[in-house]
């Protein structure tokens, strides 16, 4: 089975980072590419948790792209954040998916037909391959470090990863 590319927004590497599981997305993806304007986001406050992990993984695992100005970047700046716009326009340019956890970006890629891609089911593909045991305590730590994910998606990634009684 081929793994897919994926461009990466902010959301996911701070999820990720802050719970010690970036790794993951090697396991998961065959290739994984940020735009600048994410890495600053991420990484802008060293003293955030987890930035100085997003910064070494980055290093040894991602390609880094300059900041675009194509007119799908610039049109989407008017409904979304930043790097949200930037990871959308890298992945449209690229033709591959997208790493995005925010409402109105997953909505965006959805209109666009962008392979779209989120932070559970990262975790819920990391576990069918073996690469972590169980997906409740990543999620746990991860809603302990602020990362909002709502009850039903909670829910029903358990219920997929087979966790729950």
Do not use: W
């Amino acid at each position: 089975m081929s793994r897919p590319v994926i461009v990466s927004d902010s959301g996911p590497l701070i999820a990720l980072a802050g719970c010690g599981q970036l790794k993951l997305l090697v396991t998961v993806f065959d290739a994984i590419h940020i735009p600048q304007v994410v890495l600053d986001e991420t990484t802008a406050d060293r003293s955030r948790l987890g930035a100085a992990d997003i910064v070494a993984f980055v290093q040894a695992h991602a390609q880094v792209h300059p900041r675009r100005d194509d007119a799908a970047y610039i049109a989407m700046t008017a409904y979304l954040d930043d790097g949200e716009a930037q990871a959308l326009s890298l992945a449209q340019a690229m033709g591959c998916g997208v790493l995005i956890d925010e409402r109105c970006g997953r909505q965006a890629a959805m209109r666009q037909v962008i392979p779209l891609f989120g932070v559970l089911g990262v975790l819920l593909q990391a576990k069918r391959i073996g690469k972590i045991e169980c997906i409740a305590p990543v999620l746990d730590q991860m809603q302990k470090n602020g990362y909002r994910i709502s009850q039903a998606l909670i829910d029903e990634t358990l219920k997929l990863a087979g966790e729950t009684s």
